[in-house]
Nanobody, 119 residues
Framework: QVQLVESGGGLVQAGGSLRLSCAASGRIFGINVMGWYRQAPGKQRELVASITSDGKTNYAESVKGRFTISRENAKNTVYLQMNSLKPEDTAVYYC?????????????WGQGTQVTVSS
């Protein structure tokens, strides 16, 4: 069984910072792309940022310059450093990863962590 476990969400004032972590565990052959999505109430889930196994990153326009995605391949962990947070960043944040298990690649999702930014 493969699991993605997120941590680091919470309540913060506008302008503040949070760091999300997501660790993958289980019988993992390899991990390709890892990323973060978010879903605000009444809205569709949207990509926030992603990172490939060799460190190439991609960001939503709304978070460029404020959020930084990184990963530690040895720990099967991806991070999202969120600075200059705005109320519109309030959402449930989900970690996702493309993981190889016994030569078969699947997309896995974490359970989600709430981020609330107060004005």
């Amino acid at each position: 069984q493969v699991q993605l476990v997120e941590s680091g969400g919470g309540l913060v004032q506008a302008g503040g910072s949070l760091r999300l972590s997501c660790a993958a565990s289980g019988r993992i052959f390899g991990i390709n792309v890892m990323g973060w999505y978010r879903q605000a109430p009444g809205k569709q889930r949207e990509l926030v940022a992603s990172i490939t196994s060799d460190g190439k990153t991609n960001y939503a326009e709304s978070v460029k310059g404020r959020f930084t995605i990184s990963r530690e391949n040895a720990k099967n962990t991806v991070y999202l450093q969120m600075n200059s947070l705005k109320p519109e960043d309030t959402a449930v944040y989900y970690c996702t990863a493309q993981i190889g298990v016994v030569l078969k690649w699947n997309d896995y999702w974490g359970q989600g962590t709430q981020v609330t930014v107060s004005s």
